[in-house]
């Protein structure tokens, strides 16, 4: 790698080595990332314990093509908003069943939540993915009225590589799919990006892209930071404190890009949060990105 500063070292001055750190965001935690996983588990079920929900609807049929959704009780004729969540684990672990953490907050503010299933990696390509969560999103969006959410007001929030998923779902129009996720394309009204990756290149010699077997051409057709974003929602970028480099600089310009094409963009740094456990402030207004998305949500409007 160069000596340059900070500020002007990109991806491309890293050697694969340094790549292999720089996209490990454990290895800012000394490599355990198991416990911020159990709390994911604890958490989802206390919070299916305590919020009654709607568990395994199909929105595809795949038995990966399934969703979660908790929904406040009707208020008068208002229907509710919708925060739908897309979990990380670097499109190759992870599930729904540790993606409802959030639903208990939500569902208290009056705010929906779904938790998507997805098919991962190596059964599912990148491309494949994009396309599923971009049909979750797009049948939810079908069915609002019967499932009591406004449709109007669908916000799509993702963690790392839920990130990624997030902001192709949120992209206005995705050049290169097939089938539903082309012809159907989702209404998104806002997005919040936590710690995530938006040019996969770099990924492309290390050794998480043995299962995803993105090529430099594919990873380049599915980094929304390479798209027009022109029309992308309103959106929440944020990220922790503690981790590395390269995650902090591509959730960095990746804001920048957004507020270049006219988006209105929140950008932020959480202080003392890592890479996985600044996600469990999702729906917390006790917290500033709990704040964000609350603030981000009032300010869709349902007419």
């Known amino acids: 790698m160069t000596r340059d500063s900070p ?8 050697d694969t080595a340094a ?3 720089e996209y490990s965001p454990s290895s800012c935690i000394d490599g355990n990332y198991q416990p911020f996983l159990q709390a994911y588990i604890e958490r989802s079920l206390d ?4 919020t009654p929900g709607r ?3 199909a929105y595809g049929s795949r038995p990966s093509q399934r969703l979660d959704l908790f929904v406040p009780p009707p208020s008068g004729a208002a229907l509710a908003p919708l925060l739908v969540f897309i979990h990380g684990g670097y499109w190759q672990e992870l599930s729904k069943q540790e ?3 959030a639903a208990t907050q939500c569902v208290a503010q009056g705010i929906a939540c779904a938790a998507l299933d997805y098919t991962l990696a190596p059964l599912a390509s990148v491309a494949e993915m994009v396309g599923e969560c971009r049909d979750a999103v797009a049948w939810l969006d079908a069915h609002a009225l019967t499932l009591g959410l406004d449709a109007k007001r669908i916000v799509v929030a993702g963690s790392s590589a839920g990130a990624h998923l997030a902001a192709m779902t949120a992209l206005p129009d995705v050049i290169g799919l097939s089938g539903a996720a082309a012809t159907r394309p989702p209404r998104v009204r806002g997005a919040v990006l936590v710690s995530g990756i938006y040019e996969l290149e770099p990924l492309v010699g290390t050794s998480i892209n043995a ?10 057709s599915l980094s929304p930071a390479l798209r027009g974003l022109q029309g992308f929602p309103p959106t929440v970028v944020c990220w ?20 270049r094409s006219g988006t209105p963009c929140e950008a932020f740094e959480v202080p003392q949060r890592n890479h996985f456990d600044v996600i469990l402030d999702l729906a917390d207004p006790g917290t500033a990105l709990g704040r964000a998305v609350l603030n981000l949500i009032r300010s869709l409007s349902s007419a």
Do not use: I
Request: glycine share 2%.
């Open 55 to 57: 568990l395994d609807l």
């Open 47 to 50: 919070a299916r314990s305590q």
């Open 240 to 259: 922790g404190e503690v981790e590395t480099r390269e995650f902090k600089r591509q959730s960095r310009d990746f804001a920048a890009l957004l507020k």
């Open 19 to 21: 790549r292999e750190r």
């Open 211 to 220: 299962a995803l077997r993105m090529t430099p051409e594919s990873a380049r």
């Open 99 to 101: 993606s409802a953490f």
């Open 7 to 14: 500020d002007t070292v990109t991806w491309r001055d890293l």
